[in-house]
Every structure is written in C-alpha cells, then in structure tokens.
C-alpha cells in the first residue's frame, strides 16, 4: 500500500531536485540602489524578469500536479466520513438508554393530529428498536387527537390509522382531543364516523376534550359506562338530553372535571360532591342550584347564555359562600346578577374573558367583579385579561398581585404601558408585579404594539426600580403574537429591546402564534 507522501505525489519534488534553491531572481533591494544611483540595466532586467516568469510557471505547474493528487484522498477521505457518519448513529447515546428512560420521553412528545408524520407514527419509522418499543406500550397509542384548525384535512386513512391506534393501545386509558373549525367550511362526513368510533370505546375514556362550535351530536345519548372518566370538556350543540341518559356522568367515579357548553348543566346529574373543577355556569340558576352541593369545586367558569335568568338582589347576610373556590373565569357578560350574590373569599387566580365571538365583558362587568374581589377580602395573586380593557378598572384589585397576563391590540396597547409604567412617587398600579405575560392580538401586523415608544420605558421602570418606588421587581415576561408576527420587524425590535434586560437576569420569552420559543 503506497504511502501518503507517495499518493500525494511529493516523491516529485525529491526525483526532480526542484527546491527553493533552484529559483534564480535578481534581488530587490540590487534593482533599488542601481534606481537610486541613476544607473539601469534594461538588459539584466529582462533577463531577470523571465527567469522569474518560468519559476513561477513551474510553481504553478507543481501546484496544479499536488491538486491533482490531493483529490483523490480528498475524495476517500470525505467517502469514509460520510460511512462513519452513519455508523456513528449505531453509538448515539439515546441508543444506550433504558427502555424504561426511552419510553419516558417518548410520552412526553406531543401529539398533533392523525397523520403518518405525527407521533407515535413517526416513531416506528427510524429502526427496528424503536418501532419495537412502539408495538410493546400500549400506552404510547393511548391519546387520540384529531385537530383540523391548522388546515389539516381529514381522509379516508385517517380513520383507519385511528382503529389502529385503538387496537394497539389495547386497555390502556384513553385521552381524546377533537376540535374542528366549522366556522369557515364544512364538517367532514369522516369526522362523524370519527366521533362514532369513538364512542364504542367509552369505557375506556380518561380525559375527553371535544370542541366542534355549532355541531350537533348526541354525545350523550349514546354514551355507556364511563368507569376510568377523570375529565370531560364538551363544547357542541347537543340537543335535548334523553331521560334515561341523563345519569350517565353521574355514576363516573374518578369524575372530577366537567365543563359543557350547548347542553344546559341542569339536564344532567353531575357527581357535584366529587368535582374539582366545573364549566360552565350558563345562568344565575346554575349558581344557587349547583355550588351549595359542590363543597370540594376549587375551579369555577362563568358563560353567560341568552336562557340567563334575573334572580332577586340578596343582601350581605343571604349571600352564597363558597370558600373551596381557588380560581375563577368570567367568559362573558353580563355577570353582574351573579356577582351581587356571591362570596369567594379564597380567590387566588382571576380570568376576566376570551378570545372569541362572546359577548365582551362591560364596563358595568368589570366593576361588579371588581366589587365581588374586594367584598369577598380575597388575596388575588394572579389576574388574566383576555379582553383589552382600561387597566384603571382593575387598579383596586392590583395591590397583592403577582402575575398578570394582559391582551393588546394596535395603538390601544400604548395606554396600557403608560399605566404600567412604575413611576417614583405615588401608588403604582400592580405594584407587585413580578411575573408578566402580553398578548398582542393585532391580527395582520402581529407584534407591532411591541413597537411604541412606551414599551421599553414600562419594562424599564418595572427592572430598575426607581427611587421611593412602592414596587417589586420584574422577574419574568412573556410576549405573543398570537396571530404571528406580521414582521419580521417587529420580531427583531422587541428582542433587542428585551434582550439587555436578559442579560442583566430578567426571565424573557418570546412565542409565536403557535406557542413555540424562539
């Protein structure tokens, strides 16, 4: 086998004596003095100069030889790396992991929606290992979504692939996500026999979530014994519930939460003693007909419907307490009716609307849950607005918040930092503000309210706290645009006017409109 010295071809320079010595050229500092004494010697310079000339020629013709034999080992050379590039995946360390540890993180990937790309489908495409582990644990075929909101289209394999997961996943508990966007197009038929699938393996539902606006489905005519339920949020037009069907939520005995809109609470029986968490209260009825039973409800949601009914004014004496209540949510208005009557003196986490086609929460709203806040003596620690309303309205209920998660839009959001702003002397609103979540909702030019001049100046006094400030300091913050960024612009400016802050300790993230960091 030749040597490298060999196939790189320097055994020429030995065979052919050519060195350094060999170039013959007529010394610079020489060809100076004789310019500095006046004298020239055109002809030694002539003679100089082409001598040069073909010592370079040759220079050149060996540099072009080397090149030549350079390439072959080149080639070799880059073949090999790309073998061992292969061969080094056989070494991974993830190939090393328990089975248990490998299973662990394969559960934690989420799953998008029914498709061959998505997990766990994906996953038993890399090698014979994995896709191993994927046919030995049911419980990685145990949650189902199908999630059409993204443009993705339902086919005819995706009910197959859904048979499929059901079957692999064997006894396993399962979890369902369906929504579907029929705002703009129509419900696919396979959807229906999606849904129907479903059905026949209820007794295997853990935690259901079911969002198809204006749909109507019989969901609970057709559901049997629901014995590993732990969870159910149904969000479609159901339809007038069968008699001898309305119990079928109250023998689940691992039931613990239940929000349902399209289907009136009343017409079902709920186990209220076991709940944790209830939505949504339709009507002022709900209230004094639901809450005194459910002594253990720590989460409440509110939805305004048009079936809400006007109950008389109680006084202070008469008011519906409930102490087990840790986190409340207004959806819409008007609530006032509700809040008159009520007491929560254990309210932590407060959310004030959505983001939707409700009816926004009014002015009136607002000051009655501000009143209910402050008549209840709560601690509120956290406060969410998904409305863009005054921040003012709020200000009597700020004093021991901690967290506060707030929507802008446009020009609007230039108010709201100027109130946010901490300034040196006089009460401050949240003045204890430390962890701070925005939503810009503009909806072509996403992020553009993290442009005004006010922005930088807010989070600049919330850091460096001025002096004689009654405040704490900022410790985290959190930027969306949930419609995405309409700019890269806008990107970039909010990440320069955040970044400094980073560097100096403060917690920032910054998400797109599908909730992923960048």
Known sequence: MPSFIHGLGLHHMQTTGFTDGNVDYFPVDTIIRLLRAGRSSFDLDNVTLSSTYEDLRRLESRVSTFDIDLSRPRKQKNGIDRILQVYRSIFAPIRRLPLDVLLHIFLFLPVDTVSPGSVPWILGSVCYSWRSICLSFPTLWSKIVVDTRAGTELRSGSLSMIHTS???????????????????SSISPILFSILDLLLTHSSRWSAVDVHIPRLTYPIFNRLGPLPMLRRIRITMDHGRVAEETRDSLGHCPQLRDVSITGVPLLSLHLPLNRLTSLGTIQTAEDIFRILPDAKGLEALTIFHTSSFKSLPR????????VPSIRRLEFLSGPVQEITESLLLPNIEHLTLGCHS????LSSSDIQSITDLVQRSQCLLRSLALNCTISIYSIDAISF??????????????????????????????????????????????????????????????????????????????????????GDLYYYDTARQTLWKYAEEGLEVIIFDQASTAR
């Open 166 to 184: 059901l079957r692999r996943s064997q006894r396993s508990p399962l979890i369902i996500f369906v929504s579907c966007d029929n705002q703009s």
């Open 400 to 485: 021991s918040l901690t967290r506060l998660s707030i929507t802008v839009e446009s020009w609007t959001a230039c108010d709201i930092f100027i109130t946010l702003r901490v300034r040196g002397e006089g009460d401050n609103v949240v003045p204890n503000l430390s962890d701070f979540r925005i939503t810009d909702v503009t909806s072509k030019c996403g992020g553009y309210s993290f442009t005004h001049e006010p922005f930088e100046p807010m989070i600049e006094s919330r850091w460096n706290i001025p002096p004689r400030a009654r405040a704490g300091q900022l410790r985290r913050i959190e930027i969306h645009a949930k419609h995405g960024w």
């Open 357 to 360: 086609s409700l009816q926004p």
């Open 314 to 321: 109680r006084c202070n004496s008469n008011m519906l307490t």
